[in-house]
């Protein structure tokens, strides 16, 4: 028994032994001199305690050739993973698990438009690209061992590729954009199944949380006269609990902002900005700063602080000392759902403006680690490839600005030489990413407002629902001129927010379109905060930053308190508990400690689920794949309904 006891325990001092070896060789290297081919002169790496790392190089390709080395010893898996999601090739890492997810990447064929991206890159670009790769390639190697997760896979990474930092852009279109067309596919069956009264009463274009920066605030449609029968609720609304509801409960979303020197203490204008994706580890982002002399025409040194996307060479959001910028996801309308219509001897083939024509087809091959190939066939069309059948079994295909040329580019790295808002707009305009709500400010103490990515020229339609293109009346034209695109510059009061909601009205709404944008209560809470600050300073942001009050939810916690009354909680203990934490512990604050934040919260979310699958039965019982979380503009309608209460 000692023997056996023994040997356990020195196997696992052997596997602790091991684990520790391959970890601590993956580790990046932290002080020293390396020798990397292809840089001009030496660079000087310095990391901040912060996670801030400094480069300072004589040229933009050795610092390009730098970072890269950087995201690679820091951040190689995370690279990996984002450019197989994007084009469709996690199983050849992880198996035949990835399948399903690769097949509906691989649809988009992006690796294919990643490739036209660069060939028709400007020099100027490509040859920060090419030391960016060969850099992040040098930072693979230099590791005393490859990083542990591909120990965990038993596999090796494949180098990198110029090609694949394109790819990482486009993960970034999947996070941000509908690259199924399900919001306007929802749509449609509401304005279908319940009537276009009733729908645009349930899916409104906003309510009085809204706070624009440009227009105000949209009053929520009235009550429809007569509604619908509704069918019983399905089996999900059904069988979900309260507990259900609570374990589900998330929060999300980016907010941003800027104060124009007018308003401020020191007359310099600040810009705020807070991007919130997905939690994960490691984080998304990668925070740095590039500063290499300013020998390319302009004279003025170069100094950019910012984070940057590992995997990209650019800068995402930052400043250049003469501009600062900042994202959050505009939520606007980037796709589109085409219905075909198809020959009735014939599905492959389809109505279009110039004639008959027949479905292409592409086969794509995917890798699978530790099994066979798969084989994946691509329909497509001429306006994208076929994503799925409406209820009616009719065939669709998807337009999304990610497959046009254009749609992915290197043109945000054109930032780094911005001197003013009007420079830096005109930059926006022409950058190829998933659009984006831009925030700047420029060291003259101004703001501005504008989209940032490409931006479709829609005719004959609002793109709200799936609709035929068939006879040549509705459709794309281009890309938008960037005279065309909505700006907010210099506003009266000196302040733009920003905060995945509506931010504007009337003719630019209609150029943005809604792609499912945020209620406005984060942003209505940002605008008010900040119109309290009298003078602000950098402090007094992160203040506003730091806002956990929890506003919106106070009237849905009166509303509960009238609802569990003396009646409601006689008999049952777990109504006069679940009262009580509600009525004695409330702060007002969405605070860590808070069960009644949490309470109040996922009570809200599960009045809403109840009432809105009900009302929205029929659309779910057509279409399975219809979700009533892609209706982001709810409260004004749940609202009216639970306190007005018709049959």
């Known amino acids: 028994m000692v023997i056996v006891l023994a040997v356990v325990v020195l196997s696992g001092l052997v596997v602790t032994a091991w684990s520790y070896r391959v970890v601590t060789n993956s580790l990046p290297i932290l002080d020293g001199t390396v020798v990397v081919e292809g840089l001009a002169d030496s660079v000087t790496i310095e990391r901040e305690a912060n996670g801030v790392r400094t480069i300072s190089g004589q040229k933009r390709s050795d610092v390009a050739r730098a970072l890269g080395f950087l995201h690679a010893q820091d951040r190689f898996f995370q690279m990996d993973l984002l450019r197989r999601q994007a084009a469709g090739e996690l199983s050849e890492l992880v198996g035949a698990a990835a399948l399903e997810a690769d097949r509906t990447s691989r649809t ?36 005393d061992g490859k990083p542990f997760e591909y120990f965990l896979l038993q596999t090796d990474p494949s180098p990198w590729v110029e090609e694949d930092s394109t790819l990482v852009l486009y993960a970034m279109y999947f996070v941000l954009n509908d690259a199924t067309g399900r919001r306007d596919s929802d749509r449609g069956l509401l304005d279908e199944i319940l009537g276009a009264e009733m729908a645009s009463f349930l899916a409104p274009l906003g309510t009085q949380w809204d706070a624009p920066v440009q227009g105000e605030a949209l009053e929520t449609p009235p009550i429809p006269g007569s509604t619908p029968v509704v069918p019983a609720a399905s089996a999900a609304s059904n069988d979900r609990t309260l507990a259900d509801t609570l374990e589900a409960s998330g929060l999300a979303g980016s907010n941003n902002w800027a104060v124009a020197g007018s308003r401020t203490a020191h007359g310099r204008a600040i810009m705020a900005n807070d991007m919130h ?21 302009c004279g003025q040194q170069h100094d950019l602080t910012g984070v940057t996307l590992p995997g990209s060479p650019a800068i995402t959001a930052g400043s250049n000392t003469r501009v600062a910028w900042g994202f959050t996801n505009s939520q606007g309308d980037w796709s589109d759902l085409v219905v075909l219509e198809t020959a009735p001897d014939d599905e492959e083939r389809y109505l279009t403006p110039g004639g008959w024509l027949t479905v292409g087809r592409i086969t794509e091959t995917i890798g699978v680690s530790n099994d066979e190939p798969v084989t ?37 790295m054109d930032l780094e030489h911005a001197g003013t808002i009007e420079e830096a707009f005109e930059i926006a305009h022409r950058t190829g990413i998933p659009p984006q709500n831009f925030v700047c400010a420029d060291s003259a103490g101004r703001v501005g407002w504008t989209i940032i990515g490409r931006i479709p020229h829609r005719f004959g339609f609002s793109g709200k629902v799936p609709t035929s293109w068939a006879d040549g009346t509705r459709g794309w034209n281009g890309w938008l001129e ?16 920003t905060a995945n909601a509506r931010v504007v009205s009337d003719e630019m709404l209609e150029v943005v379109g809604h792609g499912g944008y945020d209620l406005g209560a984060r942003a209505q809470q940002i605008r008010n905060h900040l119109l309290e600050i009298d003078s602000p300073i950098e402090r007094d942001m992160l203040d506003v930053h730091l806002d956990d009050r929890a506003l919106f939810l106070t009237r849905w916690r009166g509303f509960l308190l009238d609802l569990l009354d003396a009646e409601a909680i006689e008999d049952d203990p777990g109504r006069a508990e679940f ?38 039965a029929a659309c779910e019982s057509a279409d399975e794949r219809f979700n009533i979380y892609r209706i982001h503009q709810a409260e004004g309608p749940l609202w009216w309904l639970v306190t007005e209460r018709p049959e």
């Open 482 to 497: 960037s005279a065309g695109y909505p700006e907010i510059v210099d506003p009266p009061d000196g302040l733009i927010w």
């Open 277 to 297: 994706l997905g939690m994960m580890v490691p984080n998304t982002w990668y925070r740095a700063r590039l500063v290499w002399p300013g020998n390319d025409g």
């Open 579 to 616: 009262r009580k934490i509600v009525d004695s512990t409330w702060t007002g604050r969405a605070s860590v400690d808070s069960a009644a934040f949490r309470l109040v919260r996922a009570f809200r979310t599960f009045t809403f689920e109840r009432v809105y699958e009900r009302l929205t």
């Open 108 to 143: 988009h064929r992006f690796r294919h438009r990643a490739q036209q991206a660069v060939a028709g890159m400007p020099k100027a670009h490509h040859a920060v690209l090419a030391a960016y790769t060969e850099g992040v390639n040098a930072g693979l190697a230099a590791l």
């Open 376 to 412: 994946l066939e691509i329909e497509e069309t001429i306006w994208g490839p076929i994503v799925d059948r409406d209820p009616q079994g009719r065939r669709r295909a998807i337009r999304w600005i990610a497959h046009d040329p254009g749609g992915a580019n290197l043109d945000l």
